[in-house]
């Protein structure tokens, strides 16, 4: 009786080929986490160069050195682009500086002016009799001509009296050889005011104000852009309320030629 011969399996085991299987799988699955960690330093690089400003990216270079830098990347020395900015800013030094001394100078300037131009006020004031009725001053503001009530004005009105109107013309004969702007401000005292036309010392100090620049505008060819007009009421008195003389001294317009470039 022959004996069976038996069947031998050529190959790897079964168990093998599953083992390889797992192991590829394993390394496949590193593989990817490991190209997924890495940075594109050539794709980051060429977005960096993109930028108009490369001064930020060369001064404040990437913590990540560059294994394979392009043809194209450019190699710049170290502190290069910070280096450009601090000559940029010495050469800008000067120039601010100079800026300040101009600014310093056209203030200087400016101020001799106001003081020669209130001398010249004054003069004007005394050639034309008006010093009892007008009077000049010198402020932080610029030059000051201050006007009583009973100058321009009857008691809680705001239309320019006929004898008011020569001394406005005179004021505008002033007016018309300087070119500063000029705020012309409405004043009254505390005691109130309550009519149809005037509800308080606000409207009535308002239309003071409009009254006059109306009349000066009207009545020569001043600019009207150069006029500002304010309303004060009763907040700014120059005496305390406390009897008729200060009451009328109080009640008053004020034109005040600006320093020139003076910001409100």
Known sequence: MMRRKKKVNKGAPKWMVTFADMVTLILVFFVLLFSMS??????????AESFRNRMIFDSYPSTLEMDHPTENSEHREENEGSDDFLNNLSDSEPEEESNEETNSDIMDDNQESLDKLLAEIKTFLRENNLENMITANRTDQGIVLILQERILFDTAEADIKATGEPFLEKVSLLLRNIPNEIRVEGHTDNRSISTVQYPSNWELSGARASSVIRYITNNSDLNQDRF?????????????NNSAENWSKNRRVEIVILELNKEE
Request: aromatic content about 8%; proline content about 4%; hydrophobic content about 50%.
């Open 38 to 47: 890495q940075i594109d330093l050539v794709k980051f690089q060429a977005v």
């Open 228 to 240: 500002i007009a304010v309303g004060y009421g009763d907040t700014r008195p120059i005496v305390e």
